[in-house]
């Protein structure tokens, strides 16, 4: 069936280290892949996006890799500040008009 | 430009109740859908609209249900409440629904059910 998974639920990183977030996925049909920042108290929030065509992403201090061999995604977080501190998820377009989410990561930033 | 509005913030319910959950989407979207998230389960997805109209549904009892207006702002309503359906309730929109277009998510709803 179709299933996202994160290797890692929580995840503790010093204060202005770089962040690595992993995800893996099974359905290799899967063209598009997104994350998502969760704080507390709030929904889902966008950071990155990318489709299938692609192999890296980069936006301001983010970064997603997709490696398709292997089924895999990471987000890369440069500078890791206190704000970054959240739930991050992975998901992927599954069937129609839905996304596939992954059981989240939690991100703990030292100070 | 307004982001996902969803109301209310929170509810409490006893079992056998029923409950309506409200969202209006970014102006502009059309397509509406509903997810529900719990610590042991994680977002799982409930139904999505587009123009009024359901095209797709998860894996949920049919105690849940939703609507969408013409307006595109859409309701679900679950009936016959369970211990089990407390969670958070997050909707999300987007533009036209498509595969490739990225969803926005309100606050959500938590309910909790008694």
């Known amino acids: 069936g179709e299933s996202v998974g994160l290797h890692l639920p929580t995840l503790s990183v010093q204060e202005g280290d770089n962040s690595i977030i992993n995800c893996a996925y099974s359905?290799?049909?899967?063209?598009?892949f997104i994350w998502y920042k969760q704080e507390s108290g709030k929904g889902p929030q966008f950071i990155i996006d990318?489709?299938?065509?692609?192999d890296k992403r980069q936006g301001q201090r983010v970064t997603v890799l997709l490696n398709k061999t292997v089924k895999h995604l990471s987000l890369q977080i440069a500078a890791t500040q206190p704000g970054d501190s959240a739930v991050y998820f992975c998901?992927?377009?599954?069937?129609?008009?839905?996304?596939?989410f992954g059981s989240g990561t939690r991100l703990l930033v030292r100070p | 430009k307004a982001g996902v509005t969803q109301t209310p913030r929170y509810l409490i319910k006893t079992r056998g109740q029923q409950v309506t959950l409200s969202c209006s989407p970014i102006?502009?979207?059309?397509?509406v859908s509903w997810y529900q998230q719990t610590p042991g389960q994680g977002l799982q997805f409930l139904f999505e609209?587009?123009?009024?109209?359901?095209?797709n549904k998860g894996n949920f009892p049919g105690r849940f249900s939703g609507r969408q207006f013409s307006n595109s702002r859409s309701e679900m309503n679950v009936s016959t409440l369970e211990l089990g359906d407390s969670a958070l309730y997050l909707c999300?929109?987007?533009?036209?629904?498509?595969?490739?277009?990225?969803?926005?998510f309100g606050s959500g709803t938590q309910l909790s059910v008694l």
């Open positions: 998901a992927e377009t599954g069937s129609s008009y839905k996304l596939i």
């Open positions: 999300a929109s987007s533009l036209l629904g498509t595969e490739n277009e990225k969803l926005f």
């Open positions: 102006s502009g979207h059309r397509s």
């Open positions: 359905n290799s049909a899967s063209d598009y």
């Open positions: 609209y587009f123009s009024e109209t359901q095209r």
């Open positions: 990318i489709r299938s065509n692609m």
